[in-house]
């Protein structure tokens, strides 16, 4: 059970292992932004190119569902990034229950958007977690666990892409413990339990009374979507790339001619930007056709 390209990386590594995959409950089709043409999820074209069986109901909330996952008769559920909550009556129809990727080291960041909150955070560390579903939100315990280095030039996409290649060998791992019944179980410090909620269109903006490190940080935890903005003449600008310099002015405003802006405490130089509708851009080639001149006052 998966959506995204998160979960991709899983659904190959169990095709490799040439385990039997009764069924692939995915996210359905949606309209594409034009509305143009219906686009599938990433794991639904992965599983109709493995000629695999997918399912992808808009909720799992009703009889016909329950009904549905019974007759699969599943040894085992993995979920990975599914984008719906499993219901509490669905957890013991798997004979082996239901067990989750999630991309953080729970209890820390349980929720929506793990990888972006560890990064806006300052996290050092983050990682995954193979646990096993319970009624709560990703309260389970905890099989596996393996962590990952946060270092300053990861932003959400590389960091995903890591994660999602770590969760895809650690899953194989549990697999083989499951069948092996040597799978242990561990309680979270429920105590110690941190939420990542989903990201909001508030979460977008930037904020320049925030330091400069902590404006990089909602950067890259923003990139390669939806990304971070300030907005100018009415438009909402993208920084997708920022670096913090040891400078300082006023608050918001522009410290020269190539998009040095004061923070907080010191200045970030925007690297790379985009304008609604357009390209991403260089900083030089993005002034080249939006003058921004020193001393400019962002609000």
């Known amino acids: 059970m998966g959506t995204p390209e998160f979960a991709v990386p899983t659904l190959k590594e169990l095709l490799k292992e040439k385990l039997d995959i009764a069924y692939v409950y995915t996210q359905p089709p949606k309209k594409s932004n034009r509305g143009l043409k219906i686009e599938k999820t990433p794991i639904h ?6 000629n695999l069986k997918v399912h992808y109901p808009t909720s799992l909330k009703n009889e016909g ?4 996952f019974k007759k699969i008769n599943a040894d085992l559920a993995i979920v ?5 909550i499993i219901p509490e009556n669905f957890l013991n129809l798997s004979k082996n229950g239901f067990i989750n990727i999630h991309a953080s080291l729970l209890p820390y960041w349980r929720g929506a958007a793990p990888i972006q909150r560890a990064i806006m955070n300052g996290d050092k560390f983050t990682g995954i977690s193979i646990m096993k579903i319970e009624k709560g939100l ?9 962590r990952v280095e946060i270092n300053n030039q990861l932003n959400y996409g590389l960091l995903s892409d890591q994660l999602s290649i ?3 060998k650690l899953i194989i791992k549990a697999i083989d413990l499951i069948v092996k019944n040597k799978a242990k179980f561990q309680e979270q410090d429920h105590n110690k339990a941190t939420h990542a909620k989903k990201i909001t269109r508030e979460d977008e903006e930037i904020s320049w009374n925030n330091n400069a490190d902590k404006i990089v940080r909602q950067i890259n935890a923003l990139n390669p979507k939806p990304g971070a903005c300030f907005k100018f003449k009415n438009e909402r600008i993208k920084i997708w790339k920022a670096e913090v310099k040891d400078q300082k002015g006023k608050i918001g405003s522009t410290l020269n001619e190539n998009l040095l802006i004061a923070c907080k405490d010191f200045a970030i130089q925007a690297l790379e930007l985009q304008r609604p509708g357009k390209k991403i851009q260089k900083v030089k080639e993005f002034l080249l056709g939006f003058k921004i001149p020193k001393g400019t006052q962002f609000t």
Do not use: H, W
């Open 80 to 84: 990975v990034a599914y984008g719906q």
């Open 138 to 146: 990703d309260t389970g315990p905890v099989m596996l666990s393996e």
């Open 45 to 50: 074209l992965e599983a109709e190119k493995n």
């Open 166 to 168: 770590l969760g895809s």
């Open 65 to 68: 569902e329950l009904d549905f």
